[in-house]
């Protein structure tokens, strides 16, 4: 099924929007991890670091904690970095959880495709190329070439460019290549990677 790609990269609060959009759309997806970002400065600063290099489109939950989030990254990122993707309330419960919400409303992830095909669309969004199959950009088996997964040292060598470009040091591999997505183009992170 083809995807949306988008220049923006994809603000969500956890783990299980992030695969349900993943699904949807050939862009980096990027998670809060919740409320964890009102501590986490470095994911603070991968968001700003993103949100300057490519601009973000924010996709929280329609509950009050999905509004709070929303609001705190309002604040610590230029409104002009930022587009809102809002789902519309639908009333429900996701099929993974045994029971609905507090609030009883449907999150990112219980949301049907065409549903926040029209959200992300409704946003204001930059679509480039309007549908693609591919996301271009660096893929796992980029990173396994880089030796930056499947090799004895993957994990250090991760940790010191992490490190080296004021990234999070505990993403993991997925993340780190989300993150690399959001800031470099192919070309630009092998120039970056043959200094290595």
């Given at each position: 099924?083809n995807?949306?790609?988008?220049?923006?990269?994809?603000?969500?609060?956890?783990?299980?929007?992030?695969?349900?959009?993943?699904?949807?759309?050939?862009?980096?997806v990027?998670?809060?991890?919740?409320?964890?970002?009102?501590?986490?400065?470095?994911?603070?600063?991968?968001?700003?670091?993103?949100?300057?290099?490519?601009?973000?489109?924010?996709?929280t939950?329609?509950?009050?904690?999905?509004?709070?989030?929303?609001?705190?990254?309002?604040?610590?990122?230029?409104?002009?970095?930022?587009k809102?993707?809002?789902?519309?309330?639908?009333?429900?419960?996701?099929?993974?959880?045994?029971?609905?919400?507090?609030?009883?409303?449907?999150?990112?992830?219980?949301i049907?495709?065409?549903?926040?095909?029209?959200?992300?669309?409704?946003?204001?969004?930059?679509?480039?190329?309007?549908?693609?199959?591919?996301?271009?950009?660096?893929?796992?088996?980029?990173?396994?070439?880089?030796?930056?997964?499947?090799?004895?040292?993957?994990?250090?060598?991760r940790?010191?460019?992490?490190?080296?470009?004021?990234?999070?040091?505990?993403?993991?591999?997925?993340?780190?290549?989300?993150?690399?997505?959001?800031?470099?183009?192919?070309?630009?992170?092998?120039?970056?990677?043959?200094?290595?």
């Amino acid at each position: 099924m083809n995807k949306l790609e988008l220049k923006e990269a994809v603000i969500v609060e956890g783990r299980y929007d992030k695969i349900k959009l993943s699904e949807v759309i050939a862009t980096p997806v990027i998670e809060t991890g919740g409320f964890r970002v009102f501590k986490d400065k470095e994911k603070q600063a991968l968001i700003r670091q993103i949100a300057e290099k490519r601009g973000i489109l924010i996709m929280t939950d329609v509950d009050s904690a999905g509004f709070v989030i929303r609001n705190f990254l309002r604040g610590i990122v230029p409104e002009s970095s930022i587009k809102h993707a809002y789902i519309p309330t639908v009333a429900g419960k996701e099929s993974r959880k045994a029971e609905p919400s507090k609030e009883g409303k449907l999150g990112v992830e219980g949301i049907d495709r065409d549903l926040l095909l029209q959200a992300i669309r409704s946003s204001g969004a930059t679509v480039l190329g309007e549908e693609t199959s591919t996301g271009g950009g660096i893929t796992k088996s980029d990173f396994y070439d880089y030796g930056l997964s499947g090799h004895e040292d993957s994990a250090i060598f991760r940790k010191r460019i992490l490190k080296d470009l004021g990234l999070p040091e505990y993403l993991t591999a997925n993340a780190m290549l989300s993150a690399i997505n959001c800031l470099f183009i192919k070309e630009e992170f092998e120039k970056y990677i043959k200094q290595y």
